[in-house]
């Protein structure tokens, strides 16, 4: 409403009572916001550019040997000529665990249980970790697939892995695309875009 500014309680305030220092913040934060969403657009398109001018890349390389290849799964790194820098596309899997991990860790307690008798609870706690749940309810998908390298030949204990992995459940892909620059030592340092770190 003109001659007015919303309050954060969404309030119409006329413009004569809203004081100057209040409307300079305002006015200040508004135009931050908006170059930080454009930039935001920016680096969005920036990306979709980079998958897809990778993909291109990749299927052209591919038909030198007269082979097509299907989907864009797959990591692939990327070197300037003069090794300077590399482009790294990554294609992380969003992983789940269905509800065959309870069998799993049915058959873990009972290994703990036998194992642990007259043992110090600190030792079944470090495996129980692997099972917690963060804030959001979500189990470590790197603790739980932890377990499966560990050299144990119990026969509980390699059901209970293998009920792991019948589990496991990919859920989706998130596509990565990182630029490393060469320093004079020799090793690769990412080129940051977080603009805490700028």
Request: net charge neutral; proline share 2%.
């Amino acid at each position: 409403m003109e001659g007015y500014m919303e309050n954060a309680q969404g309030h119409q305030v006329p413009l004569a009572q809203v004081k100057e220092i209040d409307k300079l913040r305002h006015d200040l934060v508004m135009e931050k916001v908006l170059k930080f969403k454009l930039m935001r657009t920016a680096l969005a398109d920036l990306k979709s550019e980079i998958m897809a001018d990778v993909g291109a890349f990749i299927a052209l390389s591919a038909e030198k040997y007269e082979v097509k290849i299907g989907g864009n799964k797959g990591n692939v790194t990327l070197l300037s000529y003069d090794g300077k820098y590399k482009l790294v596309r990554q294609m992380a899997e969003d992983i789940t665990f269905g509800e065959q991990l309870q069998a799993a860790k049915a058959l873990i307690d009972e290994c703990l249980r036998d194992w642990t008798q007259g043992a110090r609870s600190e030792l079944r706690a470090l495996v129980d970790q692997a099972f917690q749940v963060d804030k959001e309810g979500n189990l470590s998908t790197t603790r739980i697939l932890g377990l499966r390298r560990l050299e144990i030949s119990d026969g509980r204990w390699l059901r209970a892995m293998q009920a792991i992995s019948d589990s496991i459940q990919v859920t989706g892909t998130k596509p990565y695309v990182r630029v490393y620059e060469r320093g004079e030592s020799g090793a690769y340092a990412p080129v940051p875009l977080d603009i805490a770190v700028l």
